[in-house]
């Protein structure tokens, strides 16, 4: 792969586990990981990481709280396309994965092969840290995002863990 691969974790940290993107993009940039991966904690800038994915990247792993009907904790993999989003209108202050990702288009670019790892949340409401049934989700989610790596992409971890402050981390 020629661009890399761009790992987007999202969230919003006053939000209770809506944070589980982030905190998985915060413990996975201490992973070893494929040569060309990069992995960035968006949390709720959307625009970022739209203009972002304008670089070209050769696939998108998002990583966020989503919700379904199973229990809290309960992790998944999605393949999504460009034809699953539909029409999305982009908030420059905001961070709504499905129209960010449809206004690349709109912006110039196209969605590279895009995986969505995530975990279904007990709490979304205003609070700190993840709940218990999250937060032991964490090693789960990151070991899918490996596998999703080596088994999607064809990727092995070539080099060393990086500091844990190479993500990129947004409070607001």
């Known amino acids: 792969m020629s661009n890399g691969v761009l790992i987007a974790g999202i969230g919003n940290v006053f939000l209770t586990d809506d944070a589980f993107g982030s905190e998985v993009a915060r413990r996975l940039s201490t992973t070893a990981l494929p040569a060309g991966v ?3 904690d968006y949390g709720i800038r959307g ?8 670089d070209g990247y050769d696939a998108l792993v ?9 229990n809290p904790g309960d992790l998944s993999v999605l393949e999504v396309g460009a034809d699953d989003l539909g ?3 982009l908030d420059a202050h905001g961070m709504a994965p499905v129209a960010v990702l449809a206004s690349l288009s709109q912006l110039g670019g196209a969605l ?20 218990p049934a999250v937060a032991a989700a964490v ?5 899918l ?13 070539e080099r060393s863990p990086a500091p844990a402050s190479s993500a990129r981390k947004d409070t607001s």
């Open 38 to 40: 990069k992995v960035v």
């Open 47 to 54: 625009m970022h990481l739209a203009y972002d994915l304008l």
């Open 62 to 70: 998002v990583i966020d709280a989503l919700p379904g009907n199973g």
């Open 87 to 89: 029409e999305g209108e």
């Open 112 to 131: 590279p092969p895009t995986y969505v790892v995530g975990c279904q949340p007990a709490n979304v409401g205003e609070g700190m840290g993840l709940t």
């Open 139 to 143: 090693d789960g989610a990151i070991a």
């Open 145 to 157: 995002v490996h596998g999703v790596l080596t088994e999607q992409l064809g990727l092995t971890a």
